[in-house]
């Protein structure tokens, strides 16, 4: 049967336990299994290369994003460490400049050092990316919507860029998940989740995941995950395939509220400047209508001063000042400060991320509370 994206969040891959009929998938909380005979396996061996709680996710994450072959490993970044573990000395990789700070700092402060070279351009516009090509370039890594500016890139118009090259295109679906937005389906060799937001979506684990289609690179993504062996523990994969069930009522609602939030936002007089993909004028609004089936619920926005970011942090009750996002509780951050204190200064503020930018991951409590606690924080 051919499900809608709806129907399989809920479903999972198996979705329940063959052995058993468990309709909650096992946590299979062994390190290794035993051999029947001689040169046999049951399929697995020894939980760094596979253990079934993991597959399940793995089949399950593949399965959302309409690929062949899912990875689970411990956190986003690991997954993000993983991929880059493909690349050699003397490659280039073009990326995005708005980008979450925890991957700028493991290409420009660990990959660097392994002699491979980034360029960070502003992927939403098609010409930067062009001229930033060269002979080595063997990749363009994208976030969209980006983190924090919300800034839309083209995906089926950059993956022609790399069409018929020797160039992957990977795209960190994070903040839309396969709910919304399919990378693979317009062109993309690579999606990279951190796990750990929406998927998960409870604050409470960290996970990474990487799906592709492509046989060969599978293979390779499998070799560095079970060498490298930063893989995801059977109960840490339990608790994303749960999360995953809901995946679909959560973001409807996160959505719905992060509509009414951003629409009140832009009506206070101590916000000077809201960025939210689902407001029609926005500007990445048509190209994300075209390529996702949804805005998501990440918001970033200026207020009037410094001041005013630090009155809100300290004023703000039902949001919890915290860095992630993606999870049911309002989070409330400070990127310059928090989550993109990694990227130098002179690229901050080239990208936006300034000290008057507030960045907010909507929850799903009532949204007339949540505008309540910024219209207090706000005052
Ligand atoms: C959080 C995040 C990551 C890193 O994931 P972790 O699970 O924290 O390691 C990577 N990309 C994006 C877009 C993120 O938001």
Redesign the pocket.
């Known amino acids: 049967m051919k499900y809608g994206i709806g129907t399989k969040v809920v479903r999972g891959f198996k979705g329940y336990d063959p052995h058993t009929g468990a309709v909650s998938f096992p946590i299979y909380q062994s390190a290794t299994f035993r051999h029947p005979g001689l040169y046999q396996t049951t399929g697995y061996d020894y939980s760094r290369l596979q253990n079934p709680t993991r597959e399940e996710l793995e089949n399950t994450i593949a399965n959302l994003e309409n690929g062949k072959f899912g990875f689970a490993f411990s ?6 460490s993983t991929v880059l573990s493909l690349f050699s000395p003397g490659d280039h990789i073009i990326v995005s400049d708005d ?2 700070g ?2 700028f700092r493991l290409f420009d402060e660990i990959y660097k050092k392994y002699g491979i070279g980034f360029s960070y351009v502003n992927t939403s516009g098609i010409e930067e990316i062009e001229d930033a090509v060269r002979n080595n370039t063997r990749a363009i890594f994208v ?1 969209t919507p980006s ?1 924090p500016m919300m800034k839309v890139a083209d995906l089926r118009k950059i993956s022609e860029l790399t069409k018929n090259k020797d160039m992957l295109l990977i795209v ?1 679906n ?2 839309l998940t396969p709910y919304f937005q399919r990378p693979l389906e317009l062109g993309a060799d690579i999606v ?1 989740h ?4 929406y998927l998960g979506g409870h604050n409470d684990t ?3 995941l990487v799906v592709v289609n492509d046989d060969e690179l599978a293979e390779r993504l499998k070799f560095v995950q079970k060498s490298e062996g930063a893989v995801l523990s059977p109960f840490d994969s339990w608790l994303i395939l749960r999360g995953i069930k809901t995946l679909g009522v959560r973001l409807e609602k996160q959505q719905e509220n992060a509509m009414k939030i951003a629409e009140w936002l832009r009506t206070n007089k101590n916000v000077t400047k809201v960025y939210y993909v689902g407001l029609p004028d926005h500007e990445g609004y048509s190209i994300s209508k075209s390529q996702a089936s949804g805005f998501g619920a990440m918001i970033s926005f200026n207020v009037k001063d410094k001041l005013i970011v630090e009155k809100v942090l300290e004023k703000v009750q039902l949001i919890l000042f915290a860095e ?3 999870g049911v509780e309002s989070l409330i951050t400070y990127p310059v400060v928090q ?1 993109h204190s990694a990227i130098p200064e002179e690229m901050r503020e080239r990208i936006g991320v300034n000290d008057t930018l507030l960045r907010l991951s909507v929850g799903i409590e009532d949204a007339e509370d949540i505008i309540a606690d910024l219209e207090q924080a706000l005052e």
């Open positions: 956190s986003g970044m690991a997954a993000v980008l979450y925890g991957t976030e983190n960190d994070t903040f990279i951190s796990a750990t937001k960290l996970a990474g992630s996002l993606g989550t």
